[in-house]
């Protein structure tokens, strides 16, 4: 799995970034002459920048004969190739592939978009079990805080959606979130509670969870 900020520090170096781009383009893997000769450098420095490409989970690397020419002696020259389906970053951090999910299998199920959006939280709980739920709201992006005894959320991972549909994501918010504390197995009821520009669910803060966010650094 690629870490997105690795990542987004190895594309900072254009000459990283010149040969990341062309072997998305292609569709064929790309060897290191092939790559030295589209972005102008020397094979060294494109076989040195496509490692750190492979290092940082952007590329694929495997050794391969050109398609059509016979095998020589010695070891096949390595290839690249991407990895998924690309790289994208918001900051804040936003969630729309997972909503988007959430709403894809309630069209083709039989279950309802609340439902679907409860049993994925809980899943993600589950798999999340013993971390806090700082920890596990935080890695989803919403940036949890605590003020007064209440843990706030000042990010909507589903901000631009959540702005257009209020009611339906709102929801779908809540339940998920109730589904991951669920998962946690951590007793909290959170609710609905909508201020401008942050996300629309808030928690009553357990003991356990004071007491988490007063070790925190920061």
Same mark, same amino acid.
């Given at each position: 799995?690629?870490?997105?900020?690795?990542?987004?520090?190895?594309?900072?170096?254009?000459?990283?970034?010149? &040969?990341y781009d062309y072997v998305r383009r292609q569709d064929h893997p790309v060897? $290191?002459?092939?790559?030295?000769?589209?972005?102008?450098?020397? $094979?060294? &420095? @494109?076989?040195? *920048? =496509? #490692?750190?490409?492979?290092?940082?989970?952007? =590329?694929?690397?495997?050794?391969?004969?050109?398609?059509?020419?016979p095998r020589g002696r010695g070891r096949a020259p390595k290839v690249y190739e991407p990895v998924g389906d690309g790289l994208a970053v918001t900051i804040p951090q936003r969630q729309y592939e997972l909503i988007a999910d959430i709403l894809a299998e309630a069209a083709s199920g039989e279950r309802s978009p609340a439902e679907v959006a409860y049993g994925r939280g809980? #899943?993600?709980?589950?798999?999340?079990?013993?971390?806090?739920?700082? #920890? @596990?709201? /935080? /890695?989803? /992006?919403?940036?949890? *805080?605590?003020?007064?005894?209440?843990?706030?959320? *000042?990010?909507?991972?589903? *901000?631009? =959606?959540?702005? $257009?549909?209020?009611? &339906?994501?709102?929801?779908?918010?809540l339940r998920m979130i109730t589904g991951i504390l669920a998962g946690l197995d951590e007793v909290a009821e959170p609710r609905l509670?909508?201020?401008? /520009?942050?996300?629309?669910?808030?928690?009553?803060?357990?003991?356990?969870?004071e007491d988490h966010a007063a070790r925190r650094p920061g």
């Open positions: 799995m690629t870490d997105r900020w690795t990542a987004v520090a190895t594309l900072v170096d254009v000459s990283r970034r010149a &040969l060897g $290191r002459e092939e790559a030295a000769e589209a972005t102008v450098m020397s $094979r060294s &420095l @494109a076989a040195f *920048h =496509l #490692d750190k490409l492979v290092d940082a989970g952007l =590329l694929t690397a495997r050794y391969e004969a050109p398609a059509g020419q809980r #899943d993600l709980g589950v798999r999340l079990r013993g971390a806090s739920i700082f #920890d @596990a709201l /935080g /890695g989803l /992006g919403f940036e949890p *805080h605590l003020q007064a005894g209440i843990m706030r959320l *000042h990010n909507c991972p589903f *901000h631009a =959606l959540a702005s $257009r549909h209020t009611a &339906l994501i709102c929801d779908l918010n509670a909508p201020r401008p /520009g942050a996300c629309c669910v808030e928690l009553p803060a357990q003991p356990s969870v």
